[in-house]
């Protein structure tokens, strides 16, 4: 009980930093953005408007009573706001949906050892723009292998995912990907 207690004061901590125009500083501690981003680095997170965001920005965000930081693959939006679908570099699924509630803030920089990267020089912006839509179309391959596979060899465990391939096809096609989906077949 007390944990909880603990990680809501510090949630609200940070939103409270955010909202005063104050930017966050926080310690990496896994794997799942590697090799942009390794285990121990430092981020430094500021307050973003979630409509401003585009693919290949690295966003963070609390999902299930943890933070995340991860690379936008794709930006849906809608009348009533947006939908980000997020993944880690070095992850092979994407996440769950991100809502704007859940955004925590863009990473505008990564400190290393004695070097620090800002993300948001010309530079690095073009390269997270173009990992992004290359992480995006290898996700897209990804879940059509899976699909193909499913097809032919039902029975295979690595064939199911967490999140349905054929949903998140389905999703993505109706959603105007029709052109990633022709470069990749």
Known sequence: MNDLRYRNVIHHFILEQLRKGKGITLKVSGRSMRPLIEEGDVIHVEKCDPTALSIGDIITFKKNEVYLTHRVLWVRKRDNGIILITKGDNEIDVDPLVSPDEIVGKA?????????????????RIINRISGI?????TIFILFYRFEVAKIIPSR?????????????RRLRKRGLNFATRIIM
């Open 108 to 124: 505008v920089a990564i400190k290393r050892a004695n070097r620090t990267r800002h993300l948001d020089t010309f530079h690095l």
């Open 134 to 138: 290359l992480f995006l179309m290898e």
């Open 157 to 169: 465990t690595y064939v199911h995912a967490t999140f349905k391939p054929s949903l998140l096809y």
